[in-house]
């Protein structure tokens, strides 16, 4: 991979961290196979998201998710459709951030002699403790594609710490299962979060007497 593929892999992940941040998605249901090209990057991608929140296993033989946890993971709080999402720019890079983790995984398996299945992508085929060791090596801060890395899981823990792909209100009442994991609260009647628990107990600063209906200072 050029070192031009990174920068427009790094590009796009990064826009799609922004645009989370500005505003939920709408992309919800199954995540639509023409966003990808091929089962096995599907399967790459949702390793990578086990691996940095794990989960039980979906159904038996379930390849993807190594099954370490009886919890919820990334994979079933929607990390795949955040990842997905036609509103973000990282769908059509994803085939090449999947070859890149594989690649990877073949020198791991290599120099730790590691036979790996051949019915199945090589990231896919480490047992959990090694896709764990091999994550580690990635967010190495002398690896070259630790940005790639770093971007990637802050988009699957949003996936699951937010519920990033859906209306947080929306999410909480439907039990979603990284919110419900976290007990985040259910908002008011009225739809809204107010929180009148300080964490230290008390309140810091008094409201100025000119701040606006909406929060905002004058």
Do not use: C
Request: proline share 9%; hydrophobic share 50%; glycine share 8%.
């Amino acid at each position: 991979m050029s070192p031009v593929d990174r920068r427009v892999i790094l590009k796009a992940l990064t826009a799609a961290v922004g645009m989370l941040a500005a505003r939920p998605l709408t992309a919800v249901g199954a995540v639509p196979s023409e966003a990808l090209s091929g089962e096995w990057t599907v399967q790459t991608l949702e390793a990578f998201a086990d691996t940095m929140i794990p989960g039980k296993r979906r159904f038996p033989g379930d390849l993807a998710i190594a099954g370490v946890v009886n919890g919820p993971g990334a994979v079933h709080a929607g990390a795949m459709h955040v990842l997905t999402s036609p509103e973000l720019p990282i769908a059509p890079v994803l085939p090449e951030v999947a070859a890149l983790l594989n690649a990877r995984a073949v020198v791991y398996a290599a120099s730790h002699l590691i036979l790996l299945p051949v019915i199945s992508p090589a990231f896919v085929g480490l047992a959990f403790r090694h896709r764990t060791a091999l994550t580690i090596e990635l967010f190495d801060t002398d690896d070259l594609d630790r940005p790639i890395w770093q971007v990637l899981g802050l988009l699957v823990g949003m996936a699951f710490d937010t519920a990033a792909h859906l209306d947080t209100r929306q999410a909480v009442m439907a039990k979603h299962p990284g919110l419900d994991w976290l007990r985040f609260p259910l908002p008011d009647s009225d739809g809204l979060w107010r929180f009148r628990d300080y964490s230290y107990g008390r309140t810091l600063a008094a409201l100025h007497p000119a701040t606006t209906p909406s929060g905002s200072p004058t």
